[in-house]
């Protein structure tokens, strides 16, 4: 039985690789598992030898110490990769396939996965609906940012890539479909992005390149991408996006004006999330300060994206009520736009399909638009530590040295 290194989340700002047990058909009891789950036989799953898997900022909000994530937990639930072994009761997914793995774990059977709201499935997480790999309070099963990985409900769960040379020749970009490119996508489909319009992305870290690229993508007519970091910024520059500077103190409002010629948009997204800080030089954390921007700026009857991550429990938190989720959102401002917006996880589902179709057809250029980078597991910390500091790249973490130069 071959062994199984991965990314496991130690204390605050540290990561490590480590040995873990190689994964079976079976969730089997370990940090962060949660006990109802602990024994759950999964016949209906395969594993996985990990092609590639990407380092997200949801994990980085977990390695700064940001969520209750026990230590030991294996990160990781961007992940693609060759199905090794299939359990009895996989009909469809044969040894040999290779895969995009929705980060979002659903079964397939409930009413929720019924309805295409795989982000929110009755059955995979006993706290509450929703659940993902190696991620807090989500029901404990094992994250991808190792060598091998459990997927349970493989028929339902798996895209299969139609041919694996093309596959593995476009993997850079077909690596972005387990959770960034569709997470970015819902953000601007959610928000009413489409031919003709102009759409406002707080944040330029990966989600936000791929929210603005999906802009595109859907005919914005403009892409405006606001944030702090000038290489990030730059990145966004890089596939054509209009920027704004968030460290100036001028108001956003005033700021897209001088690119548009008025002071609103058609759509808004938070790509940033609960970790958001407030304008200017040196700024502080200010939770709230993305959700009240795009609300300013978006127009009356506008759309607001939010795939920006919000928690309920956040030991890090500027006061009180930030550290369990309670911010100073003026809700008041959105109803009297007549706002309409979307949060939670992204349903990758319904998306992912046609977004590899746009891959594989030279649509989209996904890998060029976050700087996808990849990097051997054994420097997976480095990559953590680079993140963190605000690289203007998508870490992508390559176990087996499959992926083409």
């Not at 982000?119 to 929703?130: A, E, F, I, S, T």
């Not at 990145?235 to 609103?264: K, N, W, Y």
């Not at 808004?268 to 700026?297: K, S, Y």
């Amino acid at each position: 039985m071959p062994g199984n290194r991965a990314v496991a989340y130690l204390a605050p700002g540290k990561v490590q690789v480590e040995t873990i047990d190689y994964p079976k058909l079976e969730l089997q009891d370990g940090p962060g598992v949660n006990p109802a789950n602990v024994g759950r036989k999964t016949p209906h799953g395969v594993i996985l030898r990990v092609v590639s898997t990407n380092i997200c900022g949801s994990d980085q909000h977990m390695v700064r110490g940001r969520t209750t994530a026990p230590a030991g937990l294996v990160l990781g639930h961007e992940i693609t990769g060759e199905v090794i072994e299939a359990g009895p009761d996989v009909e469809f997914i044969k040894v040999g396939d290779l895969v995009s793995v929705p980060f979002n774990i659903a079964c397939g059977r409930c009413r929720n996965c019924k309805e295409r709201k795989t982000g929110v499935c009755l059955n995979v997480n006993p706290d509450r609906p929703g659940s993902a790999y190696g991620y807090v309070d989500m029901g404990g099963w094992v994250g991808g940012q190792a060598e091998y990985a459990l997927v349970p409900y493989a028929d339902f769960n798996l895209l299969k890539f139609p041919d694996k040379d093309q596959a593995m020749a476009k993997i850079r970009d077909l690596t972005m479909l387990s959770d960034i490119f569709p997470t970015g996508y819902h953000g601007a489909y959610t928000a009413g992005v489409t031919t003709g319009s102009t759409a406002y992305v707080a944040g330029a870290g990966p989600v936000g390149l791929a929210c603005a690229h999906s802009c595109q993508l859907l005919g914005a007519a403009v892409v405006i991408v606001g944030d702090m970091n000038s290489d990030r910024l730059a990145q966004a520059r890089s596939f054509g996006c209009e920027t704004v500077d968030l460290t100036h103190t001028a108001p956003l409002g005033d700021m897209i004006a001088e690119i548009l010629g008025e002071p609103e948009v058609d759509a808004a997204i938070d790509c940033v999330g609960f970790e958001a800080r407030g304008h200017g030089t040196g700024a502080t954390e200010a939770p709230a300060t993305v959700l009240n921007d795009i609300m300013t700026v978006a127009r009356a009857g506008a759309g607001l994206g939010i795939p920006g991550l919000y928690v309920t429990g956040d030991p890090g938190g500027i006061d009180e009520d930030a550290k369990i989720g309670s911010l100073r959102v003026r809700l008041g401002l959105g109803w009297a736009k007549s706002h309409h917006f979307t949060t939670g996880q992204c349903p990758v589902m319904m998306y992912n399909r046609q977004l590899m179709m746009a891959i594989l057809h030279d649509k989209a250029q996904i890998a060029k638009a976050v700087n996808a980078t990849v990097i051997p597991l054994d420097r997976a910390p480095e990559g953590y530590a680079d993140f963190d500091k605000g690289a203007a790249r998508k870490f992508v973490i390559d176990p087996h040295g499959l992926v083409p130069n």
